[in-house]
Nanobody, 121 residues
């Protein structure tokens, strides 16, 4: 089970950290990722991190502004977002899978329920 938290209503330029808590004792064996879905648009890849945390990959739209990290001792993955823009407004979903290639949504094994992030101009 994946449970996201930390969403909210912000202004352009603000920062925000999302958290995703996972249940189970094999958290470190899963690659973790974040996706988002804006109104009227398809869900899109945001970032992924390997089980050890040693490898990360980002969508071009968030590179240099967002940082994904994980704490395997706490079974938690984070998404630190900075310099937020109105176009970052979306429901953000946490995801888990057995491969680092989570930008391919077919590889996602588990999804969280999502948390809303709204950025006003």
């Amino acid at each position: 089970q994946l449970v996201e938290s930390g969403g909210g209503l912000l202004q352009a330029g603000d920062s925000l950290r999302l958290s995703c808590a996972a249940s189970g004792r094999t958290f470190s064996s899963y690659a973790m990722g974040w996706f988002r879905q804006a109104p009227g648009k398809e869900r899109e890849f945001v970032a992924t991190i390997s089980g050890s945390g040693g490898s990360t990959k980002y969508a071009n739209s968030v590179k240099d502004r967002f940082t994904i990290s994980r704490d395997n001792a706490k079974n938690t993955v984070y998404l630190q977002m900075s310099s937020l823009k109105p176009e970052d407004t979306a429901v953000y979903y946490c995801a888990a899978g057995h491969t680092f290639s989570l930008w391919i949504q077919a590889y996602v094994a588990y999804w969280g329920q999502g948390t809303q992030v709204t950025v006003s101009s």
